[in-house]
């Protein structure tokens, strides 16, 4: 019975050794898999400055400088660390400290803007009560804004073409509606 401890003792003691004399190289690396960018400079950080204050100043995107020196969340960087900025634009910059450049960017583009979004035509008609294009037959578990969708249409309208129907959550199965 006593042995039973030493054993799970001897076990763990192992497999930790093991562990630990595993190359680090085994770990996939992850710094060859993300893109490098075109580097527009370097800055060597000051104290008080961040990634967004740093991105401001240059008018590149933070995520960017952040996966060009491989810095993980929560984005840490530490005075006199030297960052290689790359030259991806950041347009709609939010407001914010700005750091004072260290070297003089180039000027972005103006982006294309989009064009404007088309305005609907013209709401069509509703159609006159009594002019009916289906007629259809309630089923259990139907709701009159499922069946005015399935028609194309709107559950006002279909209220309107069935004046019997004065609340729209209370239909019932087997009743017939005009759908105009």
């Known amino acids: 019975m006593k042995n039973v401890p030493r054993l799970a003792v001897l076990v763990v003691v192992l497999a930790?050794?093991?562990?630990?004399?595993?190359?680090?190289?085994?770990?996939?690396?992850?710094?060859?898999?993300?893109?490098?960018?075109?580097?527009?400079?370097?800055?060597?950080?000051?104290?008080?400055?961040w990634i967004y204050c740093i991105a401001r100043a240059y008018k590149?995107?933070?995520w960017t400088i952040a996966e060009q020196n491989h810095i993980p969340w929560p984005y840490y960087v530490y005075p006199d660390q030297v960052l290689q900025i790359p030259g991806v634009p950041w347009y709609n910059i939010p407001a914010g400290q700005t750091c004072a450049p260290q070297f003089t960017a180039p000027v972005w583009p103006t982006p294309t803007p989009l064009p404007p979004t088309p305005t609907p035509g013209p709401i069509p008609p509703t159609p006159v009560p009594g002019a009916c294009?289906?007629?259809?037959?309630?089923?259990?578990?139907?709701?009159?804004?499922?069946?005015?969708w399935y028609y194309g249409t709107t559950s006002q309208a279909v209220m309107q073409a069935n004046p019997s129907i004065v609340n729209p959550n209370l239909i019932y199965t087997g009743q017939v509606l005009c759908i105009p």
């Open 133 to 148: 294009r289906y007629y259809h037959t309630v089923r259990w578990g139907q709701t009159l804004s499922g069946i005015a």
């Open 60 to 62: 590149v995107s933070p």
């Open 16 to 49: 930790m050794s093991v562990v630990a004399a595993l190359p680090v190289s085994a770990a996939p690396d992850r710094a060859s898999d993300l893109p490098q960018y075109q580097v527009i400079g370097q800055h060597s950080v000051k104290q008080g400055e």
